[in-house]
C-alpha cells in the first residue's frame, strides 16, 4: 500500500544557487528509484553557474521543468516574486510535498507558498542557528523551520536547535546531504594546481575570505591580512580570492599586506577540493568549506563571530578567530594536533536515501488522512 501511494508522491524541488542544485541532484536519483515525480524549479535567470561537466556526468544534473526568471533585486522584491511566480507552478501542479533547501530568499519564498497553501513543506539542512540573528540567512533559516512540516537536519545539533524552539514534531537527523556529493566528486579531485604552485604536501594554508563583514570594514580586512600576512612568512598561504575581496583590498590600500600571499583566481570545486586535501589547515568564513575541511580530515579556522556549523567548533575540529587574533587561534590548533578525529558528525552518506524514506512514510499517511500535516505548522 505504501509503494503505491509513494509511487503518485509529487515533489517540487525549489532550488536557486550551485550548492541548492547539487544537493537536489544527489536527491534525485533517490526519487527516481522510489517512482517519485520530482518537478524542478528554478528561480533565477542562470542555471549552471559555470559548474564542471563532470559534476552533469556524474550527478546527471538535469535541465528544470520550470525556470522563473526572477533575477536580482532587493530582498522583498526577490522574495515577492518568486512567491507570485513559483505559487502558479504549485497550483498547476498540485504536488504532495514542497521541498527546499538551505537558506536563500528562494528557501523562504517556497516555504511561505507551501505554508499558505497549506502543502507540506520539507525542508533539507534544517535546524541551523548562528548569530547575529539578524542575518538575512538566519532569518530565511527561522522562518522556513516554523512553517514546515518536515525538518531534515544535517547534525543532532541542529535537531537540539529546534526543541529548543519548541519544534519537535517531523524533526529527523538525516546527515548532510552535501557528504553525499563530497564522496561521489573525490574521485574527481584534480591537483595540477598544487604541481603549478609548487606546493608540498602538508606545507601550505587554504585561505578564503568573502564575507561582507570582514571585508568591507576596513579594520577587519586590515587586521586579516596583517595576520596572514605574517604567517605566510613562516608557511605558504594560497588564497583563491574572491572578486570583493579584491576589490575591497585595492580600495583600502592594503596590497603591501597581500604580497606575502599567493592569491589566484577562484577555482572550481574539484580543484579546490585537491588543495584543501594536501593542505595543512584551512582559514576561511566560507560556510562550506568549513565542512569540507573537516570531510578531508583537515582542521579550519573560522574567521567568523559565530557559524551555523557549531558543531565543528564544540567538538573542537575546527576553531573561531576574531579578525586580530588569527595567529594566536593557529598556535593554538597546531599545538593541538593530537585531537581525535570526530567521525559521522554530518552522518553516514546515506541522507538522500534516509530523506527519501520519511518523504514516501509521512506521505502515505498524510494520504490516507493518517496524518495532518497542517498540525505541524508554526506560525
Not at 564575507?211 to 594560497?238: C, G, H, M, P, W
Request: glycine residues 6%.
Amino acid at each position: 500500500m505504501e509503494s503505491d501511494i509513494a509511487m503518485s508522491l509529487g515533489v517540487p524541488s525549489l532550488v536557486r544557487a550551485r550548492p541548492q542544485i547539487t544537493k537536489e541532484a544527489v536527491l534525485n536519483k533517490e526519487f527516481q528509484k522510489a517512482g517519485i515525480n520530482e518537478i524542478l524549479v528554478h528561480s533565477d535567470q542562470h542555471y549552471d553557474y559555470n559548474m564542471s561537466d563532470v559534476f552533469f556526468k556524474v550527478l546527471n544534473i538535469r535541465q528544470p521543468d520550470y525556470n522563473l526568471n526572477v533575477g536580482s533585486g532587493t530582498h522583498a522584491e526577490m522574495t515577492g516574486k518568486i512567491m507570485i511566480e513559483f505559487e502558479k507552478v504549485v497550483l498547476k501542479e498540485k504536488p504532495d510535498f514542497i521541498l527546499v533547501y538551505g537558506d536563500t530568499n528562494t528557501t523562504l519564498a517556497g516555504a511561505l507558498v507551501g505554508a499558505k497553501l497549506k502543502i507540506p513543506v520539507a525542508h533539507v539542512e534544517a535546524g541551523l542557528r548562528q548569530k547575529p540573528k539578524d542575518m538575512p540567512e538566519e532569518i530565511n533559516r527561522i522562518v522556513t523551520d516554523h512553517v514546515s512540516s518536515l525538518l531534515f537536519c544535517p547534525s543532532e545539533l541542529a535537531v537540539e536547535n529546534l526543541k529548543k524552539e519548541g519544534i519537535i514534531e517531523g524533526v529527523h537527523f538525516v546527515g548532510d546531504v552535501m557528504y553525499e556529493l563530497f564522496l561521489k566528486m573525490k574521485p574527481y579531485f584534480t591537483y595540477e594546481l598544487i604541481e603549478q604552485l609548487g606546493l608540498k604536501e602538508n606545507n601550505y594554508i587554504v585561505c578564503t575570505i568573502h564575507r561582507d563583514f570582514n571585508t568591507d570594514a576596513k579594520e577587519n580586512l586590515e587586521a586579516i591580512f596583517k595576520e596572514l600576512s605574517e604567517i605566510a612568512r613562516e608557511i605558504q598561504i594560497v588564497f583563491p580570492i574572491h572578486p570583493r575581496t579584491r576589490k575591497k583590498i585595492a580600495e583600502f590600500g592594503l596590497d603591501d599586506y597581500a604580497k606575502n600571499l599567493t592569491l589566484i583566481d577562484p577555482v572550481d570545486y574539484l580543484s579546490m577540493m585537491g588543495l584543501v586535501e594536501k593542505s595543512l589547515c584551512v582559514i576561511t568564513d566560507s560556510g562550506g568549506l568549513q565542512k569540507e575541511a573537516y570531510w578531508c580530515e583537515k582542521r579550519a579556522i573560522v574567521v567568523m563571530p559565530d557559524t551555523g556549523w557549531r558543531e565543528l567548533i564544540q567538538c573542537g575540529w575546527n576553531m573561531l578567530a576574531d579578525p586580530g587574533k588569527i595567529r594566536e587561534t593557529l598556535n593554538e590548533l597546531l599545538k593541538s594536533d593530537n585531537i581525535d578525529y570526530p567521525r559521522n558528525v554530518y552522518g553516514e552518506s546515506d541522507s538522500s536515501q534516509r530523506i527519501v524514506r520519511i518523504l514516501q512514510t509521512c506521505g502515505a499517511g498524510w494520504n490516507a488522512g493518517l496524518v495532518n500535516p497542517g498540525g505541524r505548522i508554526r506560525l
